[in-house]
């Protein structure tokens, strides 16, 4: 079976390796974007609008088969105001540095939370256009995350382009993610790789 190639809409290379291994299963190539192309205005209101939003962009900018990916950070004790929803690096209205990020949310933690820890979860959707211009589109409970928690404190390890990874702890344990063998990832983390590989085989017919 020959290798299916799709462009990854992002920019971020640390989501582009993560869904290269969570689809390395599958005949597929994955390309990400170059880094002069432009940043697409993100103002839907779900993360579905909004992956829709840079699939359609990024398929008219290059005319070839492309998905997007696009998540909403749910904060259950945060007023709904002040909750960040699509905006997770947007929350003030202007993107944020991967330090800036750090502080905005420890510092939410510090105003909502409690004993150092507030409540937190990933809602995901992911958007994709064949070279038909069929459009593929997902917002299931199986790629979003489970509950987990944000501390007050950062890790000093830092993933760029994911700096929320400093402050993600383990509602169970009470662990840094970092601080998390790949057991403990496991069973601790809700595992959301195959509602991902299951999407990708349906929409181009893997497995079927």
């Known amino acids: 079976m020959n290798a299916y190639r799709l462009l990854y ?15 390395k299963e599958l005949p ?5 974007l ?7 205005p993100e103002d839907g209101q779900t ?11 990024y398929f008219e900018a290059y005319r070839r088969p492309v998905f997007s990916c696009d998540s909403g950070l749910l ?7 002040k909750n960040p ?14 330090e800036e ?21 990933y809602q995901n959707a992911v958007c994709m256009i064949l070279e038909d211009g069929e459009i593929f589109e997902y917002d299931g409970e199986d790629i979003c995350s489970g509950e987990f928690l944000l501390a007050d404190t950062p890790h000093p390890l830092r993933t760029p382009g994911w700096p929320l990874d400093s402050l993600s702890v383990s509602a169970e344990t009470k662990k840094y993610w970092f601080d998390l063998s790949c057991a403990e ?12 590989v299951r999407f990708f085989q349906k929409a181009l017919a893997y497995g079927s």
């Open 9 to 23: 809409g992002t920019g971020n290379p640390a989501k582009l390796d993560a869904m290269r291994d969570w689809l």
């Open 28 to 32: 597929v190539i994955i390309d990400g």
């Open 185 to 196: 990832r496991e069973k601790s983390h809700k595992d959301i790789r195959p509602g991902f």
């Open 47 to 57: 993360p579905l609008q909004n992956a829709r939003q840079k699939a359609l962009y």
């Open 101 to 121: 990020m750090l502080a905005y949310y420890a510092s939410l933690v510090r105003q909502y939370g409690k004993a150092g820890y507030l409540r937190a979860l």
């Open 75 to 81: 904060l259950p004790e945060v007023p709904l105001e």
């Open 34 to 40: 170059d880094k002069n192309t432009p940043d697409v």
């Open 85 to 98: 929803g699509v905006h997770t690096r947007r929350p003030e209205g202007r993107p944020l540095t991967d």
